[in-house]
């Protein structure tokens, strides 16, 4: 099954949510101030945020009324269009290589996970691949990335429980220039974003990729738990500011049925979903696609 076939299969539950209330309001409202308030509403009860909801129906509607048309299908079509070009405008162009790709997040939102999954997309791309497990706090977190290490056949840097993680990422940055290895991924450990010691520790981590390795096209990438809603846009708006996030992997993105917040991502913070997981399976990561999201969800 390609991306396509598991991206719509993951976002069954949102296009459920999502489609369903908007048949059912064409079905019982014209165009109006009714009709563009009722959207609204849907909107948000889909996770996008009261800001972007107003923005993308402010678009829907400036455009219909200027053009005269007021059937369903053109209304649909003029949605899709809007929110699959606020997503586009975010959107960033593909690593160069050598790569850093540095994955932070909240705990339990599968960045361990996530370090095994990524590190088998590349390799199915024809790049070699080293994971950094500098997450040294958890325990047997270390142990956890060499399974998934071992999974996915690349070589794994890390040191003892209870290290220093920056050091762990200096040695594994040494390791990648050393083999010329294309792309670094790094596991860090999972961190409440209000907790501001813990955010020191990640511009830490963040300031020796930039000093050791400077020739190396380095991304930051916020894991997030589709899940999670609204908040995501939340955690988003303060690693941003701890370490300026260059994009968003989604996990879990089969198991919600409100995937409004990627839309509020996009507009508010000019954040992309540069990945999305959908399901438990090795292979089961892709390379998000604007187009194909919204196109699932509608």
């Keep these: 099954m390609g991306i396509f076939g598991k991206l719509f299969g993951a976002l069954k539950k949102t296009k459920e949510g999502f489609s369903g209330k908007l048949r059912a309001l064409f079905s019982k409202n014209k165009l109006g101030n009714e009709f563009y308030e009722e959207l609204e509403e849907i909107l948000i009860s889909s996770d996008v945020s009261v800001t972007t909801a107003e923005e993308v129906v402010e678009r829907v509607k400036a455009q ?14 003029l949605l899709r269009k ?14 160069e290589y050598p790569c850093v790709i540095m994955l932070v997040g909240v705990n339990g939102v599968g960045k361990t996970t996530t370090v095994g999954k990524l590190a088998h997309y590349f390799l199915s791309q024809g790049k070699s691949v080293t994971v950094a497990a500098a997450d040294t706090f958890r325990a047997a977190a ?32 040494s390791s990648a220039k050393a083999k010329k290895t294309d792309v670094l991924i790094v596991d860090t450990a ?14 830490k981590m963040d300031r020796v990729v930039s000093r050791e390795y400077p020739e190396a096209d380095f991304l930051k990438l916020l894991v997030l738990d589709a899940t999670t809603g609204q908040n995501a846009v939340n955690q988003a708006r303060v690693f941003d500011e701890a370490v300026e996030l260059d994009g968003i992997v989604l996990t879990k993105l089969d198991g919600t049925a409100k995937g409004g917040f990627v839309f509020s991502l996009s507009s508010e913070l000019s954040l992309p ?11 089961d990561l892709e390379a998000f696609d604007a ?8």
Aim: hydrophobic residues 40%; aromatic residues 6%; proline residues 3%.
């Design 273 to 283: 979903v540069l990945y999305a997981g959908v399901g438990e399976k090795m292979d």
């Design 291 to 298: 187009e194909t999201f919204v196109e699932a969800i509608l």
């Design 190 to 203: 999972g961190r409440l974003h209000v907790k501001e010691n813990l955010m020191n520790e990640l511009r």
């Design 82 to 95: 809007i929110l699959t070009d606020m997503l586009q405008e975010s959107e960033v162009e593909p690593p």
């Design 142 to 173: 270390s142990e956890q990335l060499s399974v998934w290490a071992d999974r996915a056949k690349v070589r794994i840097v890390k040191h003892e429980e209870g290290s220093d993680p920056s050091a762990v990422i200096f040695d594994a940055v």
């Design 64 to 77: 219909a009324i200027s053009e005269r048309l007021k059937d369903e299908e053109y209304v649909i079509n």
